[in-house]
């Protein structure tokens, strides 16, 4: 089984930052894209920020020049460090990575359980 597992959310308050972490364990042959999504109250979940296994990377436009996404693939981890944060950041922000292990053949998508990020005026 693979498990993802995210931490390093909290309360921030407006212009402060916060570093989230994701890591994966398990079976795992490779990671593929790995990513943050977040979900705010009463909205559908969004995406933030992904990042490739050669380190390519795309944001969405509210947190592009605020959030920087990295990863250790040595470590199988996968990082938002979150800048000049917003209260329209509060959400619980999700982890994604697409798997490969050794028991099953194709590439799936797994998500963590969520960290909540709170961001007060």
């Known amino acids: 089984q693979v498990q993802l597992v995210e931490s390093g959310g909290g309360l921030a308050q407006a212009g402060g930052s916060l570093r989230l972490s994701c890591a994966a364990s398990?079976?795992?042959?490779?990671?593929?894209?790995m990513g943050w999504y977040r979900q705010a109250p009463g909205q559908q979940r969004e995406l933030v920020a992904v990042i490739t296994e050669a380190d390519s990377t795309n944001y969405a436009d509210p947190v592009k020049g605020r959030f920087t996404i990295s990863r250790d693939n040595g470590e199988k981890t996968v990082y938002l460090q979150m800048n000049s944060l917003r209260p329209e950041d509060t959400a619980v922000y999700y982890c994604?990575?697409?798997?490969?292990?050794?028991?099953?053949?194709?590439?799936?998508?797994?998500w963590g359980k969520g960290t909540l990020v709170t961001v007060s005026s």
């Open positions: 994604n990575a697409y798997i490969r292990t050794v028991f099953r053949p194709t590439t799936t998508s797994y």
């Open positions: 398990g079976s795992i042959l490779r990671i593929n894209v």
